[in-house]
């Protein structure tokens, strides 16, 4: 790995000492530096690294009028032994490029990416915070350039990665409602994509949602209203019986969230329950609450990592689900993950990366 490619310019005067790195708002510190790319004339170019600021836009960027805009959400933590590191870093490369192909954008080579991203982690790791639950969250975004309005595929694309440290995200359990009208994504559509829009599209029932004292919507499928999907951030589990069940990510309307794939390697290696990624309504899991067999629900997620569900209501139907302490299968994955990122237990799959530090360069 080198840093030929990236023109490095640093800051003068590092913004650490402002932030308190124990007591962290999620997505409100950013870190000293970012990572800029050029899509121009059929290539990416002008690879860079430069003081976290503003960039300055033109009113008729095509990003903000049509919405090709695509982005990441992974982070960097540090271990026990204080070695910065990454989660599946090559996972995120993949899904931002599958992002791109969907919304007509070009894909960034993987190689550069990684190379991007341990250069400029590597010049910002003392902002990973050392505390457990806390990381170093990276955002990569990907968006239209050309200063155009029509309605076109945009002819030039800016990347840019930049980052900031935070907390755990929740500090409770869950609420959830199960949302009989409004849709997050239909076959054919983008909800695979990690695409502003999506988000966007959320907002107002994530909104009505909050209005009612709860967190988060469990969104149900676009043709019955019936099969659950996943909720805001996170992909979704239940626990029934004996099985573990998630909706498979088969059909395009799912985010192939890759806490959801770890959690499913978790389970399968380590566990005897039964895992299965099928079609699950939100009448089985009704049933499964009468009957008392559904045991617990949980949502996987980077910027969660595990979020415990309390309660889930669908319609007049308000089912309560009580916290299953160490029993929780949620919660054996969350410190699996934690522990694994801490150095403390074997990486048998492979998904801890370790940051290669930057050459220091005094003319940088
Ligand atoms: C809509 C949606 N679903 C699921 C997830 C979870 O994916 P991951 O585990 O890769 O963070 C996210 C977060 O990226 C998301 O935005």
């Given at each position: 790995m080198t840093m030929d490619n990236i023109a490095i310019s640093r800051t003068t005067k590092s913004r650490l000492a402002e932030v308190d790195l124990s007591n962290l708002k999620f997505g409100r510190h950013f870190s000293d530096h970012m990572f800029l790319a050029d899509y121009v004339d059929g290539e990416w170019r002008d690879f860079r690294i430069e003081p976290f600021g503003y960039i300055p836009m033109h009113p008729s960027l095509m990003a903000l009028h049509y919405g090709q805009s695509i982005f990441e959400g992974m982070k960097a933590s540090k271990?026990?032994?204080?070695?910065?590191?990454?989660?599946?870093?090559?996972?995120?490369?993949?899904?931002?490029?599958?992002?791109?192909?969907?919304?007509?954008?070009?894909?960034?080579?993987?190689?550069?990416?990684?190379?991007?991203?341990?250069?400029?982690?590597?010049?910002?790791?003392?902002?990973?915070?050392?505390?457990?639950?806390?990381?170093?969250?990276?955002?990569?975004?990907?968006?239209?350039?050309?200063?155009?309005?029509?309605?076109?595929?945009?002819?030039?694309?800016?990347?840019?990665?930049?980052?900031?440290?935070?907390?755990?995200?929740?500090?409770?359990?869950?609420?959830?409602?199960?949302?009989?009208?409004?849709?997050?994504a239909a076959p054919g559509g983008v909800g695979a994509a990690k695409t502003a829009g999506n988000y966007a599209a959320a907002m107002l029932p994530s909104k009505l949602a909050k209005e009612n004292g709860y967190d988060q919507v469990l969104w149900l499928d676009a043709i019955h209203h019936k099969y659950v999907q996943e909720v805001g951030t996170m992909n979704i589990f239940f626990v029934i019986g004996d099985s573990i069940i998630t909706p498979p990510v088969t059909?395009?309307?799912?985010?192939?969230?890759?806490?959801?794939?770890?959690?499913?390697?978790?389970?399968?290696?380590?566990?005897?329950?039964?895992?299965?990624?099928?079609?699950?309504?939100?009448?089985?899991?009704?049933?499964?609450?009468?009957?008392?067999?559904?045991?617990?629900?949980?949502?996987?997620?980077?910027?969660?990592?595990?979020?415990?569900?309390?309660?889930?209501?669908?319609?007049?139907?308000?089912?309560?689900?009580?916290?299953?302490?160490?029993?929780s299968v949620g919660v054996f994955c969350k410190n699996y993950l934690n522990r694994l990122r801490a150095g403390l237990i074997e990486d048998k799959f492979n998904w801890i990366v370790p940051v290669e530090m930057p050459e220091l360069n005094p003319a940088g």
């Open positions: 271990n026990v032994e204080g070695q910065a590191l990454f989660f599946r870093p090559e996972m995120h490369a993949k899904r931002l490029n599958r992002s791109a192909e969907r919304m007509c954008m070009p894909t960034f080579p993987e190689e550069m990416f990684l190379e991007a991203l341990h250069t400029l982690i590597g010049m910002d790791s003392d902002w990973i915070p050392p505390h457990e639950g806390s990381a170093l969250y990276i955002r990569p975004l990907m968006y239209a350039a050309d200063e155009f309005l029509g309605v076109k595929p945009s002819d030039n694309y800016r990347l840019l990665i930049f980052s900031g440290p935070v907390g755990p995200y929740y500090s409770k359990r869950i609420q959830l409602w199960a949302e009989p009208y409004y849709i997050r059909e395009d309307t799912i985010l192939h969230g890759i806490t959801r794939d770890s959690v499913l390697h978790i389970l399968r290696e380590e566990t005897d329950y039964k895992v299965e990624e099928r079609p699950l309504s939100i009448d089985e899991i009704v049933e499964a609450y009468r009957s008392g067999e559904l045991k617990e629900c949980f949502g996987s997620g980077t910027a969660a990592v595990i979020g415990d569900v309390e309660r889930i209501t669908y319609g007049e139907i308000d089912m309560r689900l009580p916290s299953r302490g160490e029993e």
